[in-house]
């Protein structure tokens, strides 16, 4: 009844592991995407804009972006079946990574 | 509304009927198929998410009530209904921008009390924005059906529809051609939209073809006079269409599994 006959990818588990975040896909594949390269990537709408601009100096940190040091997630739920939503620790939580770019952003590691 | 899943817990499958296009019949198959459903012995809710143009009051009699007199979802000929149109005045425009319809479309899902169901149907508005990004990001759909007529500007649509749909994983159930052609008087049949329009998506996308829908003046004269033709005329040509789909669905939704996510380990 689904469109298509391949099974589509799929996360099996998400862990955090030290500083990124480890997947086990249903296509055998383990990646590994360090919590700074997935907020660099955040595909919201604001962080998408910024993406090319020169970095404002004058901007000011809110308290929790200043205190908030290297990048952690603080939550991070399904959206739907096919994104994860990331709440981060310095209060930003509007980006949804859809499947695929969970998966692009990730390096394999899976074990041989 | 992204990261609020709404659990509805006591509803077996939710449905969204949708299509690209407007003008297709959206409304008028979730309403038969609704109906349908429920003659096949279901306990079925239908959801009206067009926010901007509600269709439900009118097809089942119903119109603006008071809201604080009125428990939601309302009961009609065994459905549970719900739609903006019993909220706002007919005569009076819904002017909002996106994020209020995604949150009228979220309380419609979260807020109402839907009960026990088998099915939940969902009527969708036309396109791709915000009530369906809302319903695909916080409803557990179990599938959508896409609804087309034959003609090839009517399929454009339909298939960014389909689309929108695969790329937030939800299953398509398959397609429902409407307005397939209409039978004369004199019994000949003619096919005013062209022909095989549904048929050549479904193949097109590899999902299943639901069947052909004829025209027939009945189908809106029912609709318009608050009784879906499903009800009013149960043995018409036009009825045992729906019925047969809802024949269908009975026997291929259970099939289909939630393709949920798995909860993440942040430690």
């Known amino acids: ?112 | 509304m992204p990261g609020q899943k709404l659990e509805l817990p006591g509803v077996k499958y939710i449905i969204a009927v949708a299509s690209g296009k407007g003008g297709v019949g959206k409304s008028t198959v979730a309403a038969n198929l609704a109906l349908a459903l429920h003659m096949h012995g279901q306990r079925v809710g239908l959801m009206d998410a067009d926010i901007y143009g509600p269709s439900v009051p009118m097809m089942f009699g119903l119109g603006l009530v008071d809201q604080t007199k009125t428990p939601f979802p309302i009961e009609k000929f065994g459905l549970s209904l719900m739609s903006m149109g019993f909220l706002v005045d007919p005569n009076q425009a819904i002017i909002w921008r996106g994020p209020k319809v995604a949150q009228a479309v979220g309380s419609f899902l979260g807020q109402i009390n839907w009960g026990e169901l088998d099915f939940l149907i969902i009527d969708l508005p036309p396109g791709t924005g915000d009530a369906q990004l809302t319903l695909s990001q916080a409803a557990p759909l179990t599938g959508a059906l896409i609804v087309t007529q034959p003609a090839e500007v009517s399929l454009i649509d339909a298939r960014k529809g389909v689309r929108m749909f695969e790329e937030v994983r939800v299953p398509i159930l398959g397609i429902i051609e409407n307005m397939s052609y209409l039978v004369a008087t004199d019994g000949s049949k003619h096919t005013p939209f062209g022909s095989g329009g549904g048929k050549k998506l479904a193949s097109e996308i590899g999902v299943p073809f639901l069947g052909e829908i004829p025209i027939d003046q009945m189908v809106s004269t029912c609709g318009d006079s608050g009784e879906p033709i499903v009800r009013k005329y149960p043995e018409h040509a036009v009825s045992k269409a729906y019925t047969e789909l809802a024949a269908t669905m009975l026997r291929e939704v259970p099939k289909l599994t939630a393709a949920g996510l798995p909860a993440v380990d942040l430690g």
């Open chain 1, 1 to 112: 009844m689904t469109a298509g006959t391949t099974q589509p990818l799929k996360p099996l588990s998400l862990k955090k592991d030290g500083d990124g975040l480890r997947i086990e896909w249903n296509d055998g594949t383990t990646t590994f995407a360090p919590f700074r390269a997935l907020r660099k990537s955040c595909p919201c709408a604001s962080c998408t804009e910024d993406v090319g601009k020169p970095i404002d100096p004058f901007r000011v940190l809110s308290a929790q972006e200043a205190a908030a040091g290297a990048p952690v997630p603080v939550g991070m739920k399904p959206v739907g079946f096919y994104a994860y939503q990331i709440t981060w620790n310095d209060g930003h939580d509007t980006g949804i990574y859809p499947l695929e770019l969970l998966r692009s952003l990730g390096e394999n590691v899976s074990p041989r």
